[in-house]
RNA sequence: CGGGGUGUAGCGUAGCCCGGUAUCGCGCCACAUUUGGGAUGUGGAGGUCGUAGGUUCGAAUCCUGCCACCCCGACCA
């Protein structure tokens, strides 16, 4: 392992995959904008699904699953959909492969598909076109489902974690039988993915809706989370989508509803995906690498044992032996590293860059003063503290590790929302202080699309809690009800 | 798709201009000494130089083609 890594004010960018690669979270594959999620980067999204899962199923939903392939056809019956989707899709045009009698393996042209198959870049038309069977009455309803999968979408230009072809996500399906309730369920959904971040991921998120242009394909509304990063730009978070009817009038899912009548039903999907690991690298680590929020670490305590020989380290191995079973008493998860090949230095610089929260070393000295030293990942703060009452010491000490960085996070964040009103205000904003940008919209698409041509500034979202206020367009002068959050994005 | 870059041991690299069978560091293995912020010494193992072809007595090096990946933009979660 080799020592330090660039400096984020130096080159961001550069930063952030250092941190990917030598947290040992992710590596890149042999196949362009792919990656291999190593053991410690998986077991952060694995904990990340422990509890999204269960805040699925606390809200009454069920997971299932759905195939990768879905027919080509089924892409074409909504039509924004298609639209949105048909650059970016990996298509399967054969199913077997041969030799070609010179040692070399290619296609069987012989064995080509009737129908291409499109690998998912999101589920929503195998999905209705499956629901279709399950849905004859308003009894079948709602039916709330969500699948944890990977999709594939080709995109151009890749980022670890934040934008790879292949990536892991969940998409929640639901069907209701009324807009009324389709838009609670999404609404319900983004509040869902709102909480975890801020009180999981420690991450701020604003709440809001996007734009017509920014909106998913096929949806009659999208909401969205977005956060900052430390480089000022914004990261959507996760989404949830108020579909309408159009799913159930492509696919012809119908129901009868209380009244004996027919109608098309209502639909929201919901998502988010392994860039979640980006947005909690970048919201909280540091020149020294990874910061993790207690509550989402795969390890939150390590213990390393500062020793002369083995009799030293087998009286503290006697000590720590009692005091694991008292720290996972609390809950906790805690590493002992014994390992006699690596020294203390390098065991305290590599959790650093792992982002442990809590470090506790333990040497002879401690043991005769019936102390540890306690480090703090987030405010690099070294504590002697008493092994008596230790374990709840510690408990306390990352309760208050998962505030500070949400703290630190949320001052960030607000520091970094800034009003502009007027056109020049704005660019300058962006060129210097960047973050979010509360500025009056005229509300069209030309001066959207006109701003994002000639600053690279999009609209993050209509914030839900925002306050009415009469004001004219930074760009066009015309009326505005409101102020939106522009920002450069990722 | 444009611009830039890289491909040599597990990783990072030197060598390429000027052709003679590969340098250094980290890591790895063994042993010893070490251990309160990235240890030291001694010995050792490890290489189709991305790939295909060409020139040459001889190619990591020169020529041609191909492939791949990374970074920066445009597009997107």
Redesign the pocket.
């Known amino acids: ?4 890594i660039t400096s984020k004010s130096e080159d961001y ?1 550069q930063w952030y ?1 250092e941190i990917v690669i030598k947290a040992d979270l992710a590596e ?1 594959s ?4 792919c990656m291999v999620i190593k053991p410690y980067g998986y077991s952060i999204w694995e904990k990340m699904q422990a509890v999204l899962d269960h805040k699925f199923k606390e809200t009454g939903h069920s997971n299932a699953y759905f195939p990768l392939f879905i027919p080509k056809s089924y892409f074409s019956k909504e039509a924004a959909h298609v639209d949105g989707f048909a ?2 899709c990996a298509v399967v045009t054969h199913y077997r492969l041969k030799n070609d009698g010179q040692g070399n393996i290619i296609v069987d042209e012989e064995a080509k598909l009737e129908e291409e198959l499109i690998v998912r870049p999101t589920s929503e038309t195998i999905i209705w076109n499956t629901y279709k069977g399950w849905i004859q009455s308003y009894r079948d309803l709602p039916l709330l489902i969500n699948q944890w999968a990977n999709v594939v ?1 080709w ?6 974690f ?4 292949e ?1 892991l996500w969940q998409e929640g399906h639901t069907a209701h039988a009324t807009a009324e309730e389709a838009i609670e369920e999404t609404e319900k959904m983004l509040d869902v993915y709102a909480d975890f971040a801020e009180n999981w991921m420690a991450v701020p998120v604003v709440k809001g809706r996007k734009t017509e242009t ?1 909106r ?1 394909a096929g949806a009659l509304d999208t909401y969205c989370i977005e956060a900052l990063m430390q480089d000022g730009k914004a990261l ?1 978070a996760g ?1 949830s989508h108020f579909l309408g009817q159009n799913f159930a009038k492509a696919f012809d899912v119908k129901f009868t509803n209380k009244e004996g009548k027919q109608d098309y039903v209502w639909a929201s999907s919901w998502g988010v ?3 979640l690991m980006g947005a909690l690298i970048m919201a909280h680590s540091d020149d ?1 690498g990874l910061v993790l929020p207690p509550k989402l670490a795969p390890i939150q305590v390590v213990i390393v044992p ?4 083995d009799e030293e380290l087998q009286k503290i191995s006697t000590f720590v032996d009692e005091l694991l079973p008292r720290l996972r008493g609390f809950g906790i998860s805690v590493k002992y590293d014994d390992r ?7 065991k ?3 959790y ?2 792992k982002g442990v929260p809590i470090r506790l ?6 043991m005769e003063n019936g102390t540890v ?1 306690l ?1 703090r990942r987030d405010t690099k703060e ?1 504590f002697t503290v008493p092994q008596e009452g230790l374990a709840e010491y510690v408990f306390q000490m990352l309760a208050q590790i998962q505030e500070n960085i949400f703290n630190r996070a949320l001052k960030f964040r607000d520091e970094h929302i800034t009003e502009a009103n007027s056109y020049e205000e704005f660019k300058e904003l962006l060129d210097t202080k960047t973050g979010f940008i509360a500025a009056h919209w005229d509300g069209t698409a030309e001066t959207e699309k006109r701003i994002k041509e000639e600053t ?1 500034a999009t609209i993050r979202c209509i914030p839900l809690d925002n306050k009415l206020e009469d004001g004219v367009c930074i760009l066009t002068g015309n009326p505005s009800k409101q102020r939106v959050l522009f920002a450069k ?2």
Do not use: C, W
């Open positions: 392992m080799s020592k330090g960018s995959n890149h042999s196949v362009k904008g650059t970016e979408r995109e151009m230009r890749t980022r670890l934040l934008r790879t072809t990536f920014e998913f959507q989404t995906s392994t860039r020294s500062i020793h002369k020989g006699d090949s690596q020294r203390p230095g390098f305290f610089a590599e650093e860059l070393a333990i040497g002879a000295r401690d030293e480090a070294k690279k994005a990722y």
